[in-house]
C-alpha cells in the first residue's frame, strides 16, 4: 500500500453532525496503541500487535500521511479512518485502486460513527480525486464491518479465500457528477 498520490494534505479537518476527522497528533499516540493492541478490533485483521513492541516502535506524533484521518468525537480519538493505493493486492481488480480501511474502538461500536465519519471522507475523496474508484477487503464473517460496507455503497466483485478465512472483496463506483 502506498500514498494516495496528488491530493493536497492535510486538508482542513471535516467536520460532520457529531464527529470531526482531522490529521494526527501527538496527544492521539495511546489510542493508536490502544486501537493496535486491542484483540477485539483485530478479531477478524489477523491479531493485535503486542502493547511492549507498540510502545517502543510508534512515534511520537503517529499515523501521519495522506488518506489517514483520525476521527475525533468531542475532543479525543475514537477511531482511525485509512484511504491507501494499493500498489500490490492478492486481488488483480483491486491493484493501483484506493483502499478504505476503518478501526473504531470497540466502546465507540454501535452508534453509527463509522458510517457517519466514512461517508464524511467519501465525500472528501470525491473532490479530491474525482472519478476514482474505491475498494475494500474485508472477512465476510465480519459482519459488522460487511454492513458497513454495503452502507457506504461498495458492491462485490469477488470473494477469495486468504489468512484462512474467507474474503471479500468490494468495489464502490465513482460518484457521477452532475453538470
Ligand atoms: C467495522 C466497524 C468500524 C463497524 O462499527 P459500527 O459501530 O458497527 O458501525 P456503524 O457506524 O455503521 O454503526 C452501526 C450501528 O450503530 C447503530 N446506531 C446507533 N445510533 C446510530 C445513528 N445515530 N446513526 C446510525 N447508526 C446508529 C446502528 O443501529 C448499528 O447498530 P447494529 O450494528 O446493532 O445494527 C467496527 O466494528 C470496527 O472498528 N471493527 C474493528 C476493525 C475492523 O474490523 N475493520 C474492518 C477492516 S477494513
Redo the contacts with the bound molecule.
Keep these: 500500500m502506498t500514498e494516495l498520490g496528488s491530493v493536497a494534505w492535510p486538508p482542513a479537518p471535516i467536520r460532520t453532525e457529531r464527529l470531526v476527522l482531522r490529521e494526527a497528533e501527538a496527544r492521539d499516540r495511546a489510542t493508536f496503541i490502544e486501537l493496535l493492541a486491542s484483540s477485539e478490533?483485530h478479531a477478524?485483521?489477523g491479531g493485535p500487535r503486542a502493547r511492549d513492541e507498540l510502545e517502543r516502535e510508534i512515534p511520537e506524533v503517529p499515523g501521519r500521511w495522506p488518506g489517514g484521518f483520525v476521527v475525533d468525537l468531542d475532543g479525543a480519538m475514537i477511531?482511525q479512518i485509512l484511504l491507501r493505493r494499493a500498489t500490490e493486492h492478492r486481488r488483480a481488480a483491486a491493484v493501483g485502486k484506493v483502499d478504505l480501511?476503518?478501526?473504531?474502538l470497540p466502546r465507540?461500536?454501535?452508534?453509527?460513527?463509522?458510517?457517519?465519519a466514512c461517508g464524511a471522507a467519501l465525500a472528501w475523496f470525491d473532490g479530491a480525486l474525482p472519478g476514482e474508484p474505491m475498494v475494500?477487503a474485508?472477512q465476510t464473517a465480519?459482519i459488522?464491518?460487511m454492513?458497513?460496507a454495503a452502507?457506504l455503497g461498495f458492491t462485490e466483485v469477488e470473494r477469495f479465500h486468504a489468512w484462512d478465512a474467507e474474503q471479500w472483496l468490494g468495489l464502490r463506483s465513482p460518484v457521477a457528477l452532475s453538470v
Design positions: 478490533v477478524y485483521l477511531g480501511g476503518y478501526l473504531f465507540a461500536w454501535g452508534f453509527g460513527y463509522a458510517t457517519e475494500l474485508t465480519n459488522s464491518s454492513r458497513l452502507k
